[in-house]
């Protein structure tokens, strides 16, 4: 069988999962922020849901948990054992009750459509490639979100300060384990301008973007 980019994220982080998840314990302000400004309403009187695509351990899916109204939070990750740190996660810091997880590839989400309140979408969408199956990820973020619903979108920036370009390029970013092995990650570095042409080319549009300690931040609702 073929191997495909996303089986290539998949081995990465199931292999780095346990350290990675180690290094990764507070939430984000940028996502803090976003969670707590917004007000969550449910799609046809069902329970309200958020989703975080591309979990991790879910630090970012406790905040959905504990800083909106949602009902209950959906985690997505492609990596196994990354979801794997992210319900100890949720066990030990008392949010299982309102958090399940899904294995799937953010290039397809496997909920129905309208069905989410709150999206957050944060350091998942430049793993993807190539730039079409990124735009089709997006357009899976609007067709899950509810009217009304928004999502906080954040990939690097040219603007962090490990590099030294001003337009977008692919690149690999190695992950030092414990042991001295290194594991090569694929990224896609956004600017701003091609970073908000993407979600436009989308079935979202941008309500808002900047660029925040070195991400590229987007707040987008669905195109009516």
Same mark, same amino acid.
């Given at each position: 069988?073929?191997?495909?980019?996303?089986?290539?994220?998949?081995?990465?982080?199931?292999?780095?999962?346990?350290?990675?998840?180690?290094?990764?314990?507070?939430?984000?302000?940028?996502?803090?922020?976003?969670?707590?400004?917004?007000? +969550?309403?449910?799609?046809?009187?069902?329970?309200?849901?958020?989703?975080?695509?591309?979990?991790?351990?879910?630090?970012?899916?406790?905040?959905?948990?504990?800083?909106?109204?949602?009902?209950?939070?959906?985690?997505?990750?492609?990596?196994?054992?990354?979801?794997?740190?992210?319900?100890?996660?949720?066990?030990?810091?008392?949010?299982?009750?309102?958090?399940? +997880?899904?294995?799937?590839?953010?290039?397809?989400?496997?909920?129905?459509?309208?069905?989410?309140?709150?999206?957050?979408?944060?350091?998942?969408?430049?793993?993807?490639?190539?730039?079409?199956?990124?735009?089709?990820?997006?357009?899976?973020?609007?067709?899950?979100?509810?009217?009304?619903?928004?999502?906080?979108?954040?990939?690097?920036?040219?603007?962090?300060?490990?590099?030294?370009?001003?337009?977008?390029?692919?690149?690999? +970013?190695?992950?030092?384990?414990?042991?001295?092995?290194?594991?090569?990650?694929?990224?896609?570095?956004?600017?701003?301008?091609?970073?908000?042409?993407?979600?436009?080319?989308?079935?979202?549009?941008?309500?808002?973007?900047?660029?925040?300690?070195?991400?590229?931040?987007?707040?987008?609702?669905?195109?009516?």
């Amino acid at each position: 069988m073929t191997k495909t980019p996303q089986d290539s994220v998949r081995a990465t982080y199931d292999t780095i999962a346990e350290h990675f998840a180690a290094t990764r314990e507070y939430a984000w302000p940028e996502v803090e922020s976003f969670c707590t400004s917004q007000h +969550v309403e449910s799609a046809y009187s069902r329970e309200s849901v958020g989703l975080d695509l591309g979990c991790g351990n879910g630090r970012h899916a406790e905040t959905l948990c504990k800083r909106t109204s949602v009902d209950k939070t959906v985690g997505i990750d492609v990596s196994c054992e990354l979801l794997r740190t992210a319900q100890k996660r949720a066990a030990n810091r008392g949010f299982a009750d309102k958090f399940g +997880v899904v294995h799937a590839d953010a290039g397809t989400i496997p909920l129905q459509s309208e069905s989410v309140s709150i999206a957050i979408y944060i350091a998942t969408l430049h793993h993807l490639r190539p730039r079409q199956r990124r735009i089709e990820s997006l357009s899976e973020v609007a067709r899950v979100l509810n009217s009304g619903g928004r999502a906080l979108i954040s990939a690097w920036s040219t603007a962090h300060d490990r590099f030294d370009r001003d337009t977008g390029f692919d690149t690999t +970013v190695e992950w030092t384990l414990p042991d001295g092995k290194s594991i090569p990650r694929y990224y896609h570095i956004y600017d701003l301008d091609e970073f908000r042409s993407d979600i436009n080319a989308s079935a979202l549009s941008t309500v808002e973007v900047e660029v925040s300690s070195g991400n590229c931040y987007a707040v987008a609702e669905v195109i009516d």
